[in-house]
């Protein structure tokens, strides 16, 4: 029995999955809300699928790429659940599980808002295989005129010209992906990929005497 959720994006998304499929799902968007929404979120589809805690095998969880405080929700809670519990936890870059649900046939990008007026992108082959990144940087930046997906590609439609959905990475798609080894497994550690806004302050400066 796999619980599987991701929250570095505005989409906090749980899903619970069996040997064979989701028993349950559930999606809010809030940017704001992550620390919020997630508990209530498991223990919803948990009720849904008729699944205690205990009856957990594994945890899996969105590493992103994405901001900092949005992310370390999802991280603290994937890790201190599967070590209440005893079960293994297991990383996976947000990224992917976005390409996972595009079918375009064709190299594409996939990309989500970092802030900053900055996105996390990676680009993927036409088998949905990671070719490059995940990176972080400006829109206008990256040299790509292809394919987009993602609300980070949405966001800046002036530069991804053909910018589509789906906007956010969907936990049950997290569950496929892991429940049937399509995925690359990554340690349940942050992919921040630059410094957080909040950073201890310096040594203070010495004062000499006029």
């Keep these: 029995m796999l619980l599987a959720f991701d929250t570095a994006t505005p989409a906090v998304t749980v899903a619970v999955r069996d040997d064979h499929r989701v028993r349950a799902e559930r999606a809010v968007v809030d940017a704001r809300r992550h620390g919020e929404l997630l508990g209530p979120g498991i223990g919803q589809v948990l009720a849904e699928a008729g699944v205690s805690p205990s009856d957990l095998t594994k945890i899996a969880v969105g ?9 370390r ?12 519990l ?5 990383g996976v870059c947000t990224l992917d599980v976005l390409a996972a649900d595009v079918v375009c046939g064709a190299p ?6 970092a802030r ?40 800046y439609h002036d530069v991804f010209k053909s910018a ?5 990475p969907s936990a049950a798609t997290l569950c496929a992906l892991v429940a049937e080894g ?28 006029a």
Excluded at 86 to 90: F, L, N, Y
Excluded at 131 to 155: C, I, K, M, N, Y
Excluded at 190 to 195: A, D, W
């Design 63 to 71: 590493v992103g790429p994405g901001p900092f405080t949005g992310l």
């Design 73 to 84: 929700v999802g991280l603290v809670t994937a890790r201190a659940m599967a070590d209440a």
């Design 86 to 90: 005893g079960i293994p936890v297991v």
């Design 108 to 113: 594409f990008l996939v990309a989500t808002d």
């Design 116 to 155: 900053r007026r900055e996105v996390y992108w990676a680009t993927y082959d036409e088998k949905g295989l990671r070719t490059d990144g995940p990176h972080v940087g400006r829109p206008a930046e990256l040299v790509w005129s292809g394919l987009a997906f993602g609300a980070g590609a949405l966001q």
């Design 164 to 168: 589509h959905g789906p906007h956010f």
């Design 182 to 209: 399509r995925v690359t497994i990554l340690e349940p550690q942050p992919l921040y990929l630059r410094r957080p806004d909040a950073v201890e302050p310096g040594a203070r400066k010495a004062v000499t005497p």
